[in-house]
C-alpha cells in the first residue's frame, strides 16, 4: 500500500520539503513507519524518536493500523521559548 507523508519543522530539512509517496506493507502502523524512516534516514533517526503521525487534525496513535492512499503528517517535537 502507498501513504503519502508531509513533513514538519527540522524533518523537512532532514527528509524532504516536498511530500513524499512511501510504499509499506499491508497493515503497516504508525510506529513501523517511524522505523521505517528511521532506518532510510538515518540522520533523522533521534528526532523520530519522539516524532508523533497526524491524519485529518488528529495525531495517530503508535499502534494504529495506516489507511491506503492516505496522506500523513510527521509531527516532530516542539519546544516553546
Known sequence: MEITLICYAVLQE??????ISLE???GCT???VIELLSQNYPQAGPILKSTRLAHQDDYVDK???????????????????
Open 24 to 26: 509499506v506493507p499491508e
Open 30 to 32: 504508525a510506529e513501523q
Open 63 to 81: 499502534q494504529s493500523v495506516l489507511t491506503d492512499g492516505a496522506e500523513y503528517c510527521l509531527i516532530p517535537p516542539v519546544s516553546g521559548g
Open 14 to 19: 532532514i527528509i524532504s520539503e516536498e511530500p
